[in-house]
């Protein structure tokens, strides 16, 4: 199908999730040991930024945001950044992402599109997530996280980067704590009247008051 810019914005999102979501089966991607075909990989990348391009110029903003637009899932729970991160689509990841589509949409296994890119080992295209805000401690259905997908996929060095965010969040959150405990003041007793002291005995009334 041919998209023009007269197009709406739902029937262009729709023709980039299709696009997306078609390419890998044309090029055998399902056998995760068949070969790319990188200059196809990078017309499609180029063609659904180009197709972006068109989002942002269609008048059907009314009708349906560029960012909803862009987050159609399948009937998996997948979006075309779950697919971009499963290509390596790492432009495409940026101009998704800038365009506002969430990080940490999961799909119906629980798997982010930092899931994928531990997957299939797409260093690049986690470091965009990250940057992008994508929390790399979500687990998916079988409770596991990027970065042990990463570490049993063998991708040591996209491991090694989701290693050191998380000790990173980590010591964010326990330098935030200690901060909280050194701001935590000691409770303030009421103020008392001037001149009283808490220990001193009631005033005593004198014999000639209490003799009259």
Not at 33 to 52: G, I, K, N, S
Not at 69 to 98: D, I, M, N, P, Y
Not at 193 to 201: E, W, Y
Request: proline share 6%; with cysteine; hydrophobic share 40%.
């Amino acid at each position: 199908m041919l998209l023009g810019r007269d197009a709406d914005v739902a029937t262009i999102g729709s023709h980039l999730f299709n696009t997306l979501q078609n390419f890998p089966t044309i090029l055998g991607w399902l056998n995760r040991d068949a070969p790319f075909h990188q200059a196809a990989d990078v017309d499609l990348e180029v063609a659904a930024v180009e197709m972006l391009t068109l989002l942002d110029q269609s008048p059907g903003g009314d009708f349906m945001s560029t960012a909803k637009a862009v987050s159609l899932a399948s009937s998996a729970g997948q979006t075309a950044l779950h697919l971009s991160a499963a290509l390596g689509f790492e432009r495409l990841l940026k101009e998704l992402l800038a365009r506002g589509v969430d990080p940490d949409q999961r799909d119906a296994n629980g798997y982010t599109p930092l899931h994928f890119a531990a997957l299939f080992g797409h260093i690049d295209c986690a470091r965009v997530l990250l940057r992008g805000g994508a929390d790399a401690d979500i687990v998916n259905a079988t409770g596991r996280t990027a970065l042990a997908i990463a570490r049993d996929s063998d991708h040591r060095v996209l491991a090694e980067l989701l290693e050191t965010r998380t000790a990173k969040a980590t010591e964010i959150n326990d330098n935030q704590n200690d901060d909280a405990e050194r701001h935590t003041y000691p409770e303030i007793s009421p103020p008392r009247s001037p001149g009283v002291s808490p220990c001193a005995s009631p005033p005593q009334m004198g014999k000639d008051r209490m003799t009259s």
